[in-house]
């Protein structure tokens, strides 16, 4: 019934301190935070999510981009988290996302457009395993605010 999905803010949204403000969009929209941690992730782990991408002329550039630097994962749940996410990020190409959207605030790029975000539910589940697939790393916590943010009765059950 709940979603989950799979974010990163790619090495451009750390390098300009971007953190916090993408971070408190997902926030203030009521997903809730269920996995978050930052690391120069290993070459592997990033050819293995990008791998639909393998055989497509930007795969190798893409790869040195996300592999230039710190990335922050981060485990989101909620109703249609997945498509709730993607259209809080924008289009790909930054330049054309709508003002209002991550990627249309903060972004003039196509490649270097500051935020990733599972594209449906198979992608959602191999995204998690690959980025949060240790024991414990996905916390299951019940905010405060739940039932003011969805109509328990509609929505929940
Ligand atoms: N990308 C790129 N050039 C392209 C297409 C994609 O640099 O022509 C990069 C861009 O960073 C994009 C990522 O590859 O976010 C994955 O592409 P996809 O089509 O899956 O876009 P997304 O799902 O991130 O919107
Ligand atoms: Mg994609």
Sequence with gaps: MLER????FKPDAIQRGLIGEIL???EKKGLRVIGLKMRCFERA???EHYSVHKERPFYPALLKFMSSGPVVALALEGKDAIEVVRKLMGKTNSRQAEP???RGDF???????LVHGSDGPEAAAKELKL???GAGELVDWKPATLEWVYSIEEELR
């Design 107 to 113: 972004g003039m790029s196509f490649s270097n457009n």
């Design 24 to 26: 408190t969009r997902f």
């Design 45 to 47: 782990t990033l050819e």
């Design 131 to 133: 980025f949060f697939g």
């Design 100 to 102: 209002g959207t991550i």
């Design 5 to 8: 999905t799979l974010v990163l």
